[in-house]
């Protein structure tokens, strides 16, 4: 009997097939992009709304396949962890450490979103302020579910626990967008 | 909405380096050593998964007689503390013996009137004891593992023994 203790630890390699797998499931706006290239129109969700309105000339999409968002009118520099998206869009930068690695060639002031953040998926709060602590230098949208954050979700919100501890301006543009600048 | 069902097994069958049928997570393992320790037959209330019928190798699985019962997955899904405890009450009373392994992102709301502690596990410890005090915990995880297993198997575990 083979005893799995780990998803991703001594057990190796993640077959391909569900390396795609999940590579798809963690970007479901890429299907909708993909149909965009045969004559669809793109369903803009109430997140991407809510970016259009901002009136932002430009922004960094980190990891959910956002170069979508330069057929509306945004210059997107899309930073992504998985070479597949090379495949789809050959023009994203490769970052394999997004969590604990903000790259230096990426702009201060030019505002960057996290739309489908898996990484942030059972993280300890430590782990989250530490991300916070790397990535927030100006204007940083997160879309996510905060119960997921390791806490007690049954007695507290994460906010309320995470905003003492950071020297950042937090605002929850409702209940899984966060908008946090210095 | 994820099928609990066939996400477990897909998920063991994306490892490149399991080989066999007989592969099982950690937190399965924890519930088979405690139900192979009693000689009888259990109540399947779980998600049918590929370790429903690996178990079935190991104990008796049934439908009348039972007096021991398996409860874990989707019938514990999105449920308030209050109703949590009414649904593992009704699913439990009529047996000598539970496994009861919670999920505790499926708990979405506390509405006991009771005050719980700061920690998710004492809390979900505290719940478990209002439903029955003779409910023991059989594994704690300190962190959980990140990638999608959590909803495979339950992790918070509990063994329940009136005999």
Redo the contacts between chains.
């Keep these: 009997?083979?005893?799995?203790?780990?998803?991703?630890g001594k057990?190796?390699?993640?077959?391909s097939?569900?390396q795609l797998?999940l590579y798809h499931l963690s970007r479901p706006a890429l299907r909708q992009w993909r149909k965009t290239r045969h004559g669809h129109i793109y369903q803009l969700d109430s997140v991407d709304q809510w970016i259009i309105d901002q009136g932002w000339k430009n922004l960094i999409a980190v990891d959910f396949a956002g170069w979508y968002f330069n057929d509306f009118g945004l210059d997107a520099v899309c930073l992504e962890s998985d070479r597949l998206s090379k495949h789809y869009w050959p023009n994203s930068w490769i970052e394999p450490d997004i969590m604990t690695h903000r790259p230096d060639y990426l702009p201060d002031r030019t505002p960057v979103i996290f739309k489908y953040p898996w990484?942030l998926?059972?993280?300890?709060q430590d782990q989250f302020i530490k991300f916070l602590n790397i990535w927030v230098r100006g204007i940083t949208l997160i879309n996510f579910d905060p119960?997921?954050v390791?806490?007690?979700?049954?007695?507290y919100n994460l906010l309320d626990l995470i905003q003492p501890r950071t020297v950042f301006k937090i605002q929850e543009i409702n209940s899984k967008l966060w908008m946090i600048e210095p | 909405m994820v099928n609990h069902d066939h996400w477990r097994d897909q998920q063991l069958n994306s490892f490149a380096n399991l080989t066999g049928v007989d592969a099982i997570l950690i937190q399965e393992k924890i519930m088979l050593d405690f139900v192979t320790q009693h000689k009888i037959t259990w109540k399947w209330q779980g998600n049918q998964t590929k370790f429903r019928q690996l178990c079935q190798q190991y104990i008796d699985i049934g439908d009348a007689d039972c007096q021991g019962v398996i409860v874990f997955g989707t019938i514990l899904h999105q449920l308030s503390t209050s109703l949590l405890v009414n649904k593992i009450q009704e699913l439990t009373q009529d047996f000598d013996y539970a496994y009861v392994a919670i999920n505790r992102y499926e708990v979405i709301a506390h509405d006991l009137d009771f005050e719980l502690p700061d920690s998710i596990a004492d809390s979900i410890d505290l719940v478990m004891n209002y439903c029955d005090p003779r409910f023991c915990r059989l594994h704690k995880f300190d962190q959980v593992d990140g990638n999608h297993m959590v909803a495979a198997h339950p992790m918070d575990c509990y063994k329940l023994c009136k005999l």
Excluded: E, P, W
Excluded at chain 1, 1 to 8: C, E, H, L, P, R
Excluded at chain 1, 121 to 124: G, I, P, Q, R, S
Excluded at chain 1, 150 to 155: A, D, E, G, R
């Design positions: 009997m083979q005893i799995v203790d780990s998803y991703s057990l190796g390699n993640i077959r097939i569900q797998r990484f998926k059972y993280a300890t119960v997921f390791q806490h007690n979700h049954l007695k």
